[in-house]
């Protein structure tokens, strides 16, 4: 079963934000208004999430970490996809390959749980100090894979892929509070955005004044599928990625259909070797896509990838044409 889990570990856990992604996806299950991210050196020395959700038992915990037991898919319907986590692997991956340790309270004990896991080898479940939520430490990232640490990037750079995942996810998110710290020079503090413009303003936290002030509204249907979201204008341009944020039925994704499609979009308006902003969320029936392609999720599988595509090229084109470009 260690070997199934440290097999396991290199489908999910790619580098220290894919930990960070799938722990934070666990607090938004989790119901947690506020999730706070600490990390250091690059979150290969630790990771810590703390949140404010609902905590798990004594017996809930003693099955976070086993592999598959928690596992919310339906066999029956795997095309519908509701929650975030539906895989039940993180955990025990993460304890084949760091120090995991996990404390946790729910309202219907007496006080917190708490239990480490090392390289696959579990604690007992100890009494310990938690008011209310779940705190998971994940430190030595990698210690027991020291092949997989050898691919890892500077510090800077993991840093960089994580505050990239805290802003797909808060972005997403709007009315959860985010905090990142010890990722040097990228400190995140997102406060929870309330009411019809919470998208609106967190966007804003997130992207900064200048994209707010140089980027067009998206709103458009074909059929089922609706898309929604800003577009930068071509002025506001990068040499990189990075500032494109994409969303299937509120999961962040780097779907490849999409990120073509956004190309196609800005192809009379950009330098072939530029990259526009921008934020988009698409919506439709959830047996139109399937999220279930790899385990790290990013990718997608929609069920007419055309029609999709047509419909983020032509609602980006129009509106960027309505504003004068
Ligand atoms: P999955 O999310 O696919 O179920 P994970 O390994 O990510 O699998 O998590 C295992 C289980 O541990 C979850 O189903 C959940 O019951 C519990 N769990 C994990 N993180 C939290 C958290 N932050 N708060 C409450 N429960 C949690
Ligand atoms: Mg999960």
Known sequence: DATINKIAAGEVVERPASVV???????????????????????????????????????????AIQRHCTSKLDPDDLMDIRHLGFRGEALPSIGSIAKLSITTRHHSEPHAWEIEVQGGTQSEIRPAALTKGTRIEVEDLFFSTPARLKFLKTDRAENTAISEIIKRIALAHPEIRFTLTGADRSRLDYAACKGNDAHLVRMGQVMGKAFRDNAVEIDAIRDTVRLTGFAGLPTLNRANSLQQFVFVNGRPVKDKTILGAIRGAYVDFLAGNRYPCVVLFIDLDPHEVDVNVHPTKADVRFRDPQHVRGLVVGAIRRALMEAGH
Do not use: W
């Not at 722990?23 to 290969?44: F, M, P, Q």
């Open 21 to 63: 992604k799938e722990l934070v996806e666990n607090s938004i299950d989790a119901g947690a208004s506020r999730i706070e991210i600490v990390t250091a050196g690059g979150g290969k020395n630790l990771i810590r999430i703390s949140d404010d959700g609902i905590g798990m038992t004594q017996s809930d915990l003693a099955l």
